[in-house]
């Protein structure tokens, strides 16, 4: 009985091991997507700013910055589906990827979101 209940914990513990190298595999490859997301950014940034003439630059860092606020952010504008009072309907609400704000409309939280970006 003790040898099977070895025989147990080493096949679980093998399986485990499997799995892993199978999430580390993934989370390399997912790493790798948002370099690749990142660096074709910042590429579209730089061709953005030599067709301006650069005039913009300022503009551009702060896009920048703030794409790259929104990559590391998980939680991006959601659209939730929350119970409308009384009837029974459901409304559609959004969020604010930066101060998670809930807004009804997605153009409010559009301007919302621009605000934002400019008050950080």
């Known amino acids: ?7 147990t914990i080493v096949g679980e513990k093998q399986q485990i091991l499997t799995d892993l190298r ?4 993934r989370n390399q490859e997912l790493l790798e997507e948002r370099q690749k997301l990142v660096d074709n950014y910042e590429r579209r940034v730089t061709q953005v700013s030599a067709l301006n003439g650069g005039g ?3 503009a551009l860092v702060a896009a920048a910055a703030a794409a790259q606020t929104y990559l590391n952010n998980p939680q991006r504008p959601i659209r939730e589906l929350t119970p409308n009072s009384g009837n029974g309907q459901s409304r559609e ?3 604010c990827p930066i101060c998670n704000k809930t807004f009804q409309s997605l ?7 621009n605000d934002c970006i400019d008050r950080n």
């Open 107 to 113: 153009s409010v939280l559009q301007s919302h979101v």
């Open 93 to 95: 609400a959004y969020n």
């Open 22 to 25: 199978a999430l580390q595999k």
């Open 56 to 58: 913009s630059t300022q």
């Open 1 to 7: 009985m003790e040898r099977q209940g070895r025989e």
